[in-house]
T-cell receptor, first 114, second 113 residues
Framework: AQSVAQPEDQVNVAEGNPLTVKCTYS??????LFWYVQYPNRGLQFLLK??????LVKGSYGFEAEFNKSQTSFHLKKPSALVSDSALYFC????????????FGKGTSLLVTP | DAMVIQNPRYQVTQFGKPVTLSCSQT?????MYWYQQKSSQAPKLLFH???????NEADTPDNFQSRRPNTSFCFLDIRSPGLGDAAMYLC????????????FGQGTRLTVV
């Protein structure tokens, strides 16, 4: 069965500092990995994905993520955080050996302080 | 703009009274999903369709049913809502390849009174 884990409930960072939101995954085949952001009372917005190839993936709003197969991780990063980045971030996985189910981690609340 | 539309945004229903939530898409995607999300928790997959092929998650209660009459529309039926079913319900779509991202609607917040 496919699953993702987000070990941190909350990440706090000062504006202008780099941020990292952690995600690890478990699949039987090859992973397709996704990051989404959610603002209060809204749906989820897609940020970026890893499917194959370059381990560093660039996405929307200056976010990037690093895929590490040996550590089964897909951490979300941004070099310089903005207050407006404060939101709930979800990692998701789909297994190449399974169907089309897309499973999410529990989410990490990012708080960027001025 | 192509998108995923959920109606209504807010729904109040009485305990035990059947309720239907609607989702439509203009993306012509093969796959449609329904998720339940409570209080900033992880979206929990209830079921998904690949075209007409229905896939129910093992732990989805029987109280939850779904219909997909055509490519564009998908419905979530809650036969006898309980207080524990109060949540945000999210509809999403994706193309028919496993490496593609899902697009989400704005969600329907269900309140059970």
């Amino acid at each position: 069965a496919q699953s993702v884990a987000q070990p941190e409930d909350q990440v706090n960072v000062a504006e202008g500092n780099p941020l990292t939101v952690k995600c690890t995954y478990s699949v039987s085949g090859n992973p397709y990995l996704f990051w989404y952001v959610q603002y209060p009372n809204r749906g989820l917005q897609f940020l970026l994905k890893y499917i194959t190839g370059d381990n560093l993936v660039k996405g929307s709003y200056g976010f990037e993520a690093e895929f590490n197969k040996s550590q089964t991780s897909f951490h979300l990063k941004k070099p310089s955080a903005l207050v407006s980045d404060s939101a709930l971030y979800f990692c998701a996985v789909r297994d190449s050996n399974s169907g089309y189910a897309l499973n999410f981690g529990k989410g990490t609340s990012l708080l960027v302080t001025p | 703009d192509a998108m995923v539309i959920q109606n209504p945004r807010y729904q109040v229903t009485q305990f035990g009274k059947p309720v239907t939530l609607s989702c439509s898409q203009t993306l012509n995607h093969n796959v449609m999903y329904w998720y339940q999300q409570k209080s900033s928790q992880a979206p929990k997959l209830l079921f998904h369709y690949y075209d007409k092929d229905f896939n129910n998650e093992a732990d989805t209660p029987d109280n939850f049913q779904s219909r997909r009459p055509n490519t564009s529309f998908c419905f979530l039926d809650i036969r006898s809502p309980g207080l524990g079913d109060a949540a945000m319900y999210l509809c999403a779509t994706s193309r028919g390849e496993r490496n593609t991202e899902a697009f989400f609607g704005q969600g329907t917040r269900l309140t059970v009174v």
